[in-house]
Each structure stands twice: as structure tokens, then as C-alpha cells.
Nanobody, 122 residues
Framework: QLQLVESGGGLVQAGGSLRLSCAASGRTFSSSAMGWFRQAPGKEREFVAAISWNGGGTVYANSGKGRFTISRDNAKNTAYLQLASLKPEDTAVYYC???????????????WGQGTQVTVSS
């Protein structure tokens, strides 16, 4: 079992940057793929990025390619999402999730954090 706690959200101007962190407690973190998702008001939750168990593979949604970077530090049981060149449409609650698989597969994320709010002003 994993417990996930996100942090690092906040209010930022368009063009700015934020680094989100996802701290995990539990023995399976280092063997789990990690993903970031987001949900904007009135919209469904959407995939943002994912990273395999050892960081060797990453996947990004088109919305974040070239602007977002996912990473992880298994020694610290923490996953990160670096957000850059932020746009107002990036405003959402960002969630991290841990997969029961070691690589990214939609539908395999079974542990979720409580989310952290990112607000981008124009």
C-alpha cells in the first residue's frame, strides 16, 4: 500500500514555473510507475505525465510536451513534476498516482494523492 502527498502548488503568473512534489510512504514506491494527472473546474481528470519505476521511460500528454518534466528519486520516495512556461489553461488540481505496474499503463493507477492546486494568472 502507498500513501501519496503532493505539494508545491500555488499561484503563478503566465510564463512562470512550479515544481510539484509527490512524497510516498510505502515499500512499493520504487517498483511502481508514477503518474501525474490534473483536473480543471468543470472538466474530467486528464493524464499529464508518467515515469517508469526506474525513471528509464517517460510519457507526456501533448499539452505538456516541451514544458513539463517528470522525474523521481527512489532513494527519497518522491516523484516530481516540473512545470515551466505555464499558461492559464494549465490551471487545475494536480494529482500524483502510483501504478500497480512498473511502467505506464492507463487504468493501472490505484493509489492517489489528495491533489495540489496550481493557478496560473494571465
Amino acid at each position: 500500500q502507498l500513501q501519496l502527498v503532493e505539494s508545491g502548488g500555488g499561484l503563478v503568473q503566465a510564463g512562470g514555473s512550479l515544481r510539484l512534489s509527490c512524497a510516498a510512504s510505502g515499500r512499493t514506491f520504487s517498483s511502481s510507475a508514477m503518474g501525474w494527472f490534473r483536473q480543471a473546474p468543470g472538466k474530467e481528470r486528464e493524464f499529464v505525465a508518467a515515469i517508469s519505476w526506474n525513471g528509464g521511460g517517460t510519457v507526456y500528454a501533448n499539452s505538456g510536451k516541451g514544458r513539463f518534466t517528470i522525474s523521481r528519486d527512489n532513494a527519497k520516495n518522491t516523484a516530481y513534476l516540473q512545470l515551466a512556461s505555464l499558461k492559464p489553461e494549465d490551471t487545475a488540481v494536480y494529482y500524483c498516482a502510483a501504478s500497480k505496474s512498473s511502467v505506464h499503463q492507463m487504468g493501472q493507477y490505484i493509489y492517489w494523492g489528495q491533489g495540489t492546486q496550481v493557478t496560473v494568472s494571465s
